[in-house]
């Protein structure tokens, strides 16, 4: 038996009630591809665009905050910048509530990480407002802190975030160290929707203290390699306007103290159970 071609087949095998009687809406759809989670660093490769913006744009309002001992502000810029807001931190050189802290130990620490490498401090430079000096740090969001989500113990990254958010943490308490903050407190460290860590508020950090401030366990291993790098020469023209001689050398004199940690930890337990590669 021959059929009809085409439609007329198609019509003598399959009945028209059939047909006319599936709903187009039945027929399974494939759902819309989901968002890629934020990235709130947006100053990765745009980090001279926004420092720029930073020392220029013009400060049109300013909010106390509730968090920082500080007391920073929260800066509105010009709408249509690269960024909407700034942390405006105005804290000269001194002893406050018994502790030494400087607005430019904010600027020496995104320094310090562009030199790195590390991508976890924001844009941070110095401007003047009303004819006083002070740090005005990029305001990143999307993000939160330790402390909005419950403390440490309660940040828990999804399962394909785990990896990459411990070496994150490790590279983070590697460059306390380094630079000495003494004051890394849970609304300090910030996490933004793609399980990126920021670290904010180093106005305590750069002094000559020398001991460490985090126990390390593990050693990311690029990091490291850069860190031991770093010279005297080589951090002297970054930062040298933003602290003495005695606290410059201090970086280095830290830096060798880790090293003799980094040596006793990998007698111990051998450089792969160390080093993160």
Same mark, same amino acid.
């Given at each position: 038996?021959?059929?009809?071609?085409?439609?007329?087949?198609?019509?003598?095998?399959?009945?028209?009630?059939?047909?006319?009687?599936?709903?187009?809406?039945?027929?399974?759809?494939?759902?819309?591809?989901?968002?890629?989670?934020?990235?709130?660093?947006?100053?990765?490769?745009?980090?001279?665009?926004?420092?720029?913006?930073?020392?220029?744009?013009?400060?049109?309002?300013?909010?106390?905050?509730?968090?920082?001992?500080?007391?920073?502000?929260?800066?509105?810029?010009?709408?249509?910048?690269?960024?909407?807001?700034?942390?405006?931190?105005?804290?000269?050189?001194?002893?406050?509530?018994? =502790?030494?802290?400087?607005?430019?130990?904010?600027?020496?620490?995104?320094?310090?990480?562009?030199?790195?490498?590390?991508?976890?401090?924001?844009?941070?430079?110095?401007?003047?407002?009303?004819?006083?000096?002070?740090?005005?740090?990029?305001?990143?969001?999307?993000?939160?802190? =330790?402390?909005?989500?419950?403390?440490?113990?309660?940040?828990?990254?999804?399962?394909?975030?785990?990896?990459?958010?411990?070496?994150?943490?490790?590279?983070?308490?590697? =460059?306390?160290?380094?630079?000495?903050?003494?004051?890394?407190?849970?609304?300090?460290?910030?996490?933004?929707?793609?399980?990126?860590?920021?670290?904010?508020?180093?106005?305590?950090? =750069?002094?000559?203290?020398?001991?460490?401030?985090?126990?390390?366990?593990?050693?990311?291993?690029?990091?490291?390699?850069?860190?031991?790098?770093?010279?005297?020469?080589?951090?002297?023209?970054?930062?040298?306007?933003?602290?003495?001689?005695?606290?410059?050398?201090?970086?280095?004199?830290?830096?060798?103290?880790?090293?003799?940690?980094?040596?006793?930890?990998?007698?111990?337990?051998?450089?792969?159970?160390?080093?993160?590669?």
């Amino acid at each position: 038996m021959r059929f009809p071609r085409t439609a007329t087949w198609l019509a003598a095998v399959i009945p028209a009630a059939l047909i006319l009687s599936t709903p187009i809406a039945a027929i399974p759809q494939s759902p819309p591809p989901a968002a890629a989670p934020v990235d709130a660093r947006i100053w990765i490769g745009r980090a001279a665009e926004i420092e720029e913006y930073l020392k220029t744009a013009p400060m049109l309002k300013l909010e106390d905050l509730s968090v920082g001992v500080t007391k920073p502000k929260k800066a509105h810029l010009p709408p249509g910048g690269p960024v909407a807001y700034l942390a405006w931190k105005m804290l000269p050189p001194g002893i406050y509530n018994g =502790f030494w802290e400087s607005y430019e130990s904010e600027i020496a620490a995104y320094e310090l990480d562009k030199m790195l490498e590390l991508n976890m401090v924001p844009p941070t430079v110095e401007k003047k407002h009303r004819g006083e000096s002070g740090a005005a740090v990029m305001w990143v969001s999307p993000t939160k802190s =330790f402390t909005d989500l419950g403390g440490s113990a309660a940040v828990k990254p999804p399962a394909d975030k785990l990896n990459a958010w411990n070496r994150q943490v490790v590279r983070a308490k590697m =460059f306390d160290n380094l630079i000495a903050n003494i004051d890394p407190n849970q609304g300090n460290w910030l996490v933004d929707p793609s399980w990126n860590l920021v670290l904010i508020d180093h106005t305590r950090s =750069f002094t000559t203290r020398r001991e460490m401030v985090h126990e390390m366990t593990r050693i990311d291993a690029a990091l490291w390699d850069r860190m031991k790098t770093l010279t005297e020469a080589q951090l002297k023209p970054v930062l040298s306007k933003l602290m003495g001689g005695g606290e410059l050398r201090a970086i280095l004199q830290r830096r060798d103290r880790m090293q003799q940690l980094i040596d006793a930890l990998v007698k111990a337990k051998g450089a792969d159970a160390v080093f993160i590669k």
